[in-house]
């Protein structure tokens, strides 16, 4: 039997769900693509008490695995992160075929990590992981996916950015009237912020996400503060008078009182390869998951 191409993906959330897309249409096989997104969003929904369920998740596992066939999706149970750390049904495998190769997703909780640490020689994540990780610091900003490669120390890491999944939103800039209109400019955009003094709220695990983003040049006179634990994000920006945060549609953002400024970093799915450890089977990969057109804010060649 051929040895199949293990590729990392996220165990749960969009980026799974852009992964599982995309396999959809590279391999015809939606049905296999919606049991495995429809069975994890069932599980969020009990999860987050949205939904209720007789059976345990020890009998709710055993009811989705299928032992006579080891390419079927198989799920697994981690301690999930609410209060009391109850247990919750994640993705755990499947295997497909491509070109006649056996490819098959292998669910880790930080696929980045494990393609960076040669688990792996492929993987998804989100971009955002990137820039957290191992993308250089500089005076200038950071405008798009594109850019990341070039700013990754080859020295510090052999991962590379192949393509991205289309899934795109954005770290948008955002403020309210009173903070623009006081501002050192009429607009909210990277030259707002670099004339800027004063406090811009974002998610604590993105500080250095946005100081790539907005380059560290234009970090002078800015201070960093963040949402209490259990705060919304929008709201507590909202106090402060300028933020950045992740958003698709702005519309809570709006419903706070904010405006929205400039799509500062697209956030979004790519495949990624450790290049020391790809062959020329990692090729399949790629063609299975970026045949065909769509949306992305990626251009890697």
């Known amino acids: 039997m051929t040895e199949p191409i293990r590729v990392a993906v996220p165990r749960k959330g969009r980026p799974l769900e852009a992964v599982l897309d995309r396999l959809a249409d590279g391999t015809g096989d939606a049905a296999l693509a919606d049991d495995i997104s429809s069975t994890l969003r069932y599980e969020k929904a009990i999860t987050k008490g949205n939904a209720g369920d007789e059976r345990d998740a020890y009998e709710r596992l055993a009811e989705y695995s299928d032992l006579s066939d080891p390419a079927a999706p198989d799920y697994t149970l981690l301690r999930d992160d609410r209060a009391g750390m109850p247990r919750r049904i994640v993705f755990d495998s499947v295997t497909v075929e491509s070109d006649g190769i056996p490819v098959q997703l292998v669910g880790r909780e930080e696929p980045f990590r494990a393609v960076r640490t040669h688990e792996f020689a492929l993987g998804f994540d989100s971009a955002d992981l990137v820039l957290e990780e191992v993308v250089q610091l500089r005076e200038e900003p950071l405008g798009s996916i594109a850019d990341l490669n070039a700013r990754i120390d080859p020295q510090d890491t052999d991962v590379r950015v192949v393509n991205g999944l289309g899934d795109t939103v954005y770290h948008t800039l955002m403020g309210t009237p009173a903070v623009r209109r006081h501002g050192p400019g009429d607009d909210l955009t990277r030259e707002f912020v670099a004339d800027y003094e004063g406090p811009l709220c974002i998610s604590p695990r993105y500080e250095r996400l946005v100081q790539a983003v907005l380059g560290t040049e234009a970090m002078t006179g800015v201070e ?48 990624m390869e450790n290049v020391v450890e790809t062959t020329d089977r990692s090729a399949v990969v790629t063609e299975l998951f970026a045949d065909g057109e769509f949306e992305t804010a990626l251009a890697v060649q």
Do not use: K, N
């Not at 259990?230 to 992740?246: F, R, W």
């Not at 953002?253 to 799509?263: D, M, N």
């Open 224 to 271: 960093f503060c963040y949402p209490e634990e259990g705060d919304e994000e929008e709201a507590t920006i909202a106090d402060v008078g300028l933020g950045v945060y992740l958003t698709m549609t702005g519309s809570t953002a709006r419903s706070h009182g904010l405006e929205l400024g400039e799509q500062l970093f697209p956030s979004e799915t790519v495949l």
